[in-house]
Every structure is written in structure tokens, then in C-alpha cells.
């Protein structure tokens, strides 16, 4: 069975940091391209940041230059560090890992964690 569990959110004032964390089980997370979304109240879900197979990283306007992405082999976990946060990044985040095979696609959601920036 196919895990990912988010860990790491909650509240922090303006200006402020958090490392959120994805921890995978039943599958390998350096096969699979890992990104991460938000999703805020009455909005619809964005990409946030992602991380290919071969290390290459991309970024949301909103959030280059504030937020890195990185994966630990070791750990099976992506990481998202989260700095000089707004009130704007306050939304649930969601993990999330995407296979691309000839024929099919697998595609893993976690739970979602929430973050809470205060002004």
C-alpha cells in the first residue's frame, strides 16, 4: 500500500519559516517526479514546486526565491522549506508523487498538511 504522509505545517508569524515534510512507503521517491501544492480556502489547488528525477527543480512565481524543494534518498522524504513566509502561502499542502510509463500513469496524494501564516 502507497503512503504519503505530510508532516511539518502550522501557524508562524509573517516573515517566519517552516520545512514541511513528505515521507514515503510503498514506493521509491527517487523514480518518481515530486512536487508539492497548496490548495487555499476557496481557491483551486496550484503547483508550488517540483522536483524531477534527475534533480531539477522548478518553481511557482509566487514562491521562487522563498521556498526549496529537495528530496533525501535515504529517508524515502521530500522536504519543502518554506522562508520569509506571507499570509498569501497560508493554505493546506499537499505532497505529491507522478510516474510517467509507456500506458500508464501512477499518481500518490498525502493527506495534506496546513500552514498558517499570520500577519
Known sequence: QVQLVE??????????????S?????INLDV???????????????LVATLTRSGS?????????????????????????MNSLKPD??????CNANRKLPGWTMDYWGQGTQVTVSS
Open 7 to 20: 508532516s511539518g505545517g502550522g501557524l508562524v508569524q509573517s516573515g517566519g519559516s517552516l520545512r514541511l
Open 22 to 26: 513528505c515521507a514515503a512507503s510503498g
Open 32 to 46: 518518481y517526479v515530486m512536487s508539492w501544492y497548496r490548495q487555499a480556502p476557496g481557491k483551486q489547488r496550484e
Open 57 to 81: 527543480a522548478g518553481y511557482a512565481g509566487s514562491v521562487k526565491g522563498r521556498f526549496t524543494i529537495s528530496r533525501d534518498n535515504a529517508k524515502n522524504t521530500v522536504y519543502l522549506q
Open 89 to 94: 502561502d497560508t493554505a493546506v499542502y499537499y
